[in-house]
């Protein structure tokens, strides 16, 4: 499994842009899709992003569709979401998770490993 370290939450008011980070370990971070989920509190773990392998190929979740941009640099290891005009809905802990196929995939279950999150609060 590869380990995953989020970051770059926090407290932005409604409107205001964030961009997380997820830092991967291992040598072969470039042959796993990759994916973002958010949970609210009592709420179900919801899916926000997915990259390919190759960062060619992403989907987004209609409720993030036009707002987030999940990006990946393989040579950092790292995949990012750009969250721009943020909502106070937004307000959740954001997970990425890796998986061990190159296809991009909506459905948590697929993914094998989860960072341990990070909080974004949007204020309004």
């Given at each position: 499994q590869v380990q995953l370290v989020e970051s770059g939450?926090?407290?932005?008011q409604a409107g205001g842009s964030l961009r997380l980070s997820c830092k991967a370990s291992g040598r072969t971070f470039n042959n796993y899709a990759m994916g973002w989920f958010r949970q609210a509190p009592g709420k179900e773990r919801e899916f926000a992003a997915t990259i390919n392998s190759s960062?060619?190929?992403t989907v987004y979740g209609n409720s993030v569709k036009g707002r987030f941009t999940v990006s990946r640099d393989n040579a950092?290891?790292?995949m990012y979401l750009q969250?721009?005009?943020?909502k106070p809905e937004d307000?959740?802990?954001y997970y990425c998770a890796a998986r061990t196929r190159p296809v991009i995939s909506v459905y948590d279950r697929e993914y094998s490993s989860w960072g341990?999150?990070?909080?974004v609060t949007v204020s309004s």
């Amino acid at each position: 499994q590869v380990q995953l370290v989020e970051s770059g939450g926090g407290l932005v008011q409604a409107g205001g842009s964030l961009r997380l980070s997820c830092k991967a370990s291992g040598r072969t971070f470039n042959n796993y899709a990759m994916g973002w989920f958010r949970q609210a509190p009592g709420k179900e773990r919801e899916f926000a992003a997915t990259i390919n392998s190759s960062g060619g190929s992403t989907v987004y979740g209609n409720s993030v569709k036009g707002r987030f941009t999940v990006s990946r640099d393989n040579a950092k290891n790292t995949m990012y979401l750009q969250m721009n005009s943020l909502k106070p809905e937004d307000t959740a802990v954001y997970y990425c998770a890796a998986r061990t196929r190159p296809v991009i995939s909506v459905y948590d279950r697929e993914y094998s490993s989860w960072g341990q999150g990070t909080q974004v609060t949007v204020s309004s």
